[in-house]
């Protein structure tokens, strides 16, 4: 049981290094001007059949058209997509708010057609270098 | 008007935390959560994917390579086998999966989901140290100043606010306050390779 709160639990990133985010956190900024919020997020999610925590041998901006059946099989957790009735139910649970059928889907992500294509606004960005495509540290190898 | 005393912390007693409630999970009922598409299917019968919890199980008594997961953690976006984005969660925070909110497998789920579905690229573990801190959950008694610690659900992931206008760099997350009932629909999810830490109990 945990009684009190590790100090490592309020951790942020060395001062030095945070500028290198900066290129990153405008583009969250600008999905957040778009008006994308987490009710959005979860519908898409839903709508893709998958659970973005669970280990898939695709990322979510990868699962499109031109992906073979057995890899699909594999990211998505079921062959029948939920109604949009069925998300909206699934999004009110996580999300605060009247989250309705109508706006499943409403934001897609990539690649879908009518997703954003935020990525060229932060690629070609010297200060985003590959050295900060920092991976979760992690005991194990995938 | 600030107080004179606003620099002084309260201090809070805690007293012992409450058991575990049984679990009223069955197996028809985690067969609904399989057929909905946030369990995988059993494949095996020596090794399931997920047990229900027997009857007489008044608390989790796990077998060996299985950790105490429930309904509304999946409802939220976890899977098995977990993704190396919740198993760094586990590591970094030192928790076990009971040890999260369901709230916090929210919030995890939909930065995973923006990073990978929005930013084209695998959680980014700095991204996620810049906006977010772990906080202990300890439950209220009623008494002021007396909080009792929970055996599950004690790490809230919360969005750092301060000096910078970080919350408008995010996008906006409304959490939903409802999850009554949550801790007693616990089961047995298998742990594949031991990658999520085991469930010691504590």
Redesign the interface.
Known sequence: ??????E??????VQV??S??DP??????K??MEG????L??S??HHR?V??????PL???EIGLGVSSWVLEAC???NEA?TNDEVAT?V??????DFKAEHVNGFP??PDVG??D??SLYEPDSRFSSI?????????R? | MRSPFSHLKMVVRLVAADDWRPSSMTERRLLELEREGLLRPRTSSSWPEWIAPAADHREPRLPTGYVVSFTKFHHHGLGAPPSRFMRALCHHYGVELQHFSPNAITIAAVFAAVCEGYLGMMPHWDLWLHLYRGELFNAPTGTTGVRKPVLAGCLNLVLKTGKTDRPRKYIQVGLSSNHAGWVSQWFYLRNDDGLLPAYTGA
């Open positions: 049981m945990i009684s009190e709160r590790p490592n639990w309020t951790y942020g990133v290094h945070q290198r985010l990153l956190l405008d583009t969250l900024k999905l957040r994308l919020t987490a009710a997020v979860l898409d999610v059949r659970l973005p925590l669970m280990s898939r990322r979510m901006d998505r957790m079921s939920p699934r009110r649970a996580a999300v605060a708010g992500m990539r997703s954003i935020l990525v900060f495509l920092k991976t979760c540290p992690c005991p194990h995938d």
